[in-house]
């Protein structure tokens, strides 16, 4: 959707799937995120996208159709570090603005961070160890 475009004025599962469909477009060719996500999804990205419709749908529209856990599956990703998450908010706020009105790309932002917040905390807080952990010598 180009910006000349008419943009969603309201959250429904057409534009869950436009967003999703469009960030993770972006996110494949990002040189910082594309690297991490093949490694985590190194065949066919299907079953990824229809878990973030689902996820998305139960987050913005509470229809509890994701089942998951997404802080174990973020656990065994290799080469996840916090800044990527300021990148991945960078290209999922700016997707959502090219497709949604602002209230309704401000909800989703608003969401997404928090989402990444818990996630960070989730990962990466460790009471009484540095970040990043130290180098065995």
Sequence with gaps: MNSSAAKFKHVSEYGIRQLVD???????????????FERAIPGDWQPHLTKMYAFWSSVMLTTGRYKGNPVVKHLVIPGIQPPLFERWL??????????????VSEEFRSKAERIAESLKLALFY????????????
């Design 22 to 36: 469009a960030f993770y477009a972006k996110v494949r060719l990002d040189p910082e995120l594309a690297p991490i």
């Design 90 to 103: 960078a290209l999922f706020d700016e997707t959502c603005r090219e497709l949604f009105e602002d209230a």
């Design 126 to 137: 460790r009471p009484g160890r540095p970040w990043p952990p130290e180098q065995a010598p």
